[in-house]
């Protein structure tokens, strides 16, 4: 069983166009993330949800929206979408606090053209 | 920056070998955690290891810490041809901000 999946594993789109990331986590872990991953491999934290409430919203455009309908689901909608955006994106979830064991998904590759 | 880094950015060994990678941090910590990522996947959980360890082993894994230098070293003993991979150090950060800062990565390549 998948413990961290997220669909789709690739996204090819075109700018300006609005597209949504869904993660869900059967581990029955309270806190979920989601990561960027750049060109470089170097991973950021965008934000942070624990049983479904908002805790960490780093420096992300606002165009970024995540939505966690309940605490084993996070989903992420991106606007307008930007050459910028281009990059790997990553749900994980831990069983409470963020400096605990986290647990990753297999990645969304995202392309803007 | 809240980063960590992590030295070397790529090491290429032949299998047999052992491979060492550092990694650096700037805040206090509760623990330190090591994470592997293989060419096109997520993110794998090795090893933590808690502020007043100074050792762990897992397997063939080794990991130390430093808090006083603020460093932490992986070594990976005997390696493999599947250890290739992406490793990254993580350190919690920000107190209720619940975080984890990844290290910039150890790219490791083991010749068969």
């Known amino acids: 069983d998948t413990a961290v999946s997220q669909t789709p594993k690739y996204l090819v789109t075109q700018m300006g166009n609005d597209k949504s990331i869904k993660c869900e986590q059967n581990l029955g872990h309270d806190t979920m993330y989601w990561y960027k991953q750049d060109s470089k491999k170097f991973l950021k934290i965008m934000f942070s949800y624990n049983n479904k409430e908002l805790i960490i919203n780093e420096t992300v455009p606002n165009r970024f929206s995540p939505k966690s309908p309940d605490k084993a689901h996070l989903n992420l909608h991106i606007n307008s979408l930007e050459l910028g955006d281009s990059a790997v994106y990553f749900c994980?979830?831990?069983?409470?606090?963020?400096?605990?064991?986290?647990?990753f998904g297999p990645g969304t590759r995202l392309l803007v053209l | 920056s809240q980063q960590g880094e992590e030295d070397p950015q790529a090491l290429s060994i032949q299998e047999g070998e052992n491979a060492t990678m550092n990694c650096s941090y700037k805040t206090s910590i509760n623990n330190l955690q090591w994470y592997r990522q293989n060419s096109g996947r997520g993110l794998v959980h090795l090893i933590l290891?808690?502020?007043?360890?100074r050792e762990k082993h897992s397997g063939r894994l080794r990991v130390t810490l430093d808090t006083s230098k603020k460093s932490s070293s992986l070594l990976i003993t005997a390696s493999r041809a599947a250890d290739t991979a992406s490793y990254f150090c993580a350190t919690p950060y920000g107190g209720a901000t619940n975080k984890l800062i990844f290290g910039t990565g150890t790219l490791l390549a083991v010749q068969p």
């Open positions: 994980a979830s831990s069983h409470n606090r963020g400096w605990e064991t986290q647990y």
């Open positions: 290891i808690r502020s007043n360890e």
